[in-house]
């Protein structure tokens, strides 16, 4: 059986030395691509009247080389959007900016949080207790899909002050 193995083995290494070592390659590339950035977060329940909703993300890329996240999108609401927003202080006054996309260096880190970089929704309608799932889409094609809670509006002073000084939702 061994001395089979063998045979089969050295037939499909001779036969498929080019054809192998690309293959090879390409199973390299591969699980490289393959290694996703771990992605954590929740959506802020949406009080009846507010139509923009938002969510915050956790993103830590543990490949060696550089992400950028470009879109994300709400797979189960196709009548709904996502945007990357920062708010940014000018003046005094916090105002929010729409994002080409959210660059995580290797191995790199982005906390997106209420006054800083964070994911506006429209088009959606969310309640404490769902949830949401969100498809992340790279600059580099890779796309992945993530599902994040829906929390209670209010969960501690700081954060409902920092959510109303920032746009209500
Ligand atoms: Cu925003």
Redesign the pocket.
């Known amino acids: 059986m061994k001395g089979n193995q063998r045979r089969f083995l050295a037939v499909v290494a001779a036969a498929c030395v080019m054809f192998a070592s690309f293959t090879i390659a390409e199973a390299n590339q591969e699980k490289a691509t393959g290694e996703e950035v771990v992605v954590t977060g929740y959506a802020r329940e949406m009080p009846p009247g507010v139509v ?1 909703g ?1 969510a915050y993300l956790s993103l830590h890329n543990p490949t060696q080389r550089p992400r950028a996240l470009r879109a994300v999108e709400l797979p189960r609401h196709p009548e709904a959007s996502a ?1 990357l ?1 920062a ?1 940014v202080n000018e003046d005094g006054v916090s105002r ?1 900016r729409p994002l080409q996309e959210v660059t995580l260096d290797a191995g790199g880190v982005l906390e997106m949080q209420p006054g800083a970089t ?1 994911l ?1 929704l429209h088009g959606v309608r969310l309640r404490a207790g769902e949830s949401l799932q969100l498809r992340l889409v790279f600059a580099d094609g890779a796309t992945q899909q993530i599902t994040v809670p829906v929390r209670a509006m209010v969960t501690a002073q700081h954060e409902s002050h920092d959510t109303h000084r ?2 209500g ?1």
């Open positions: 923009m938002v945007a927003h708010t929010m964070h506006m920032h746009h939702g």
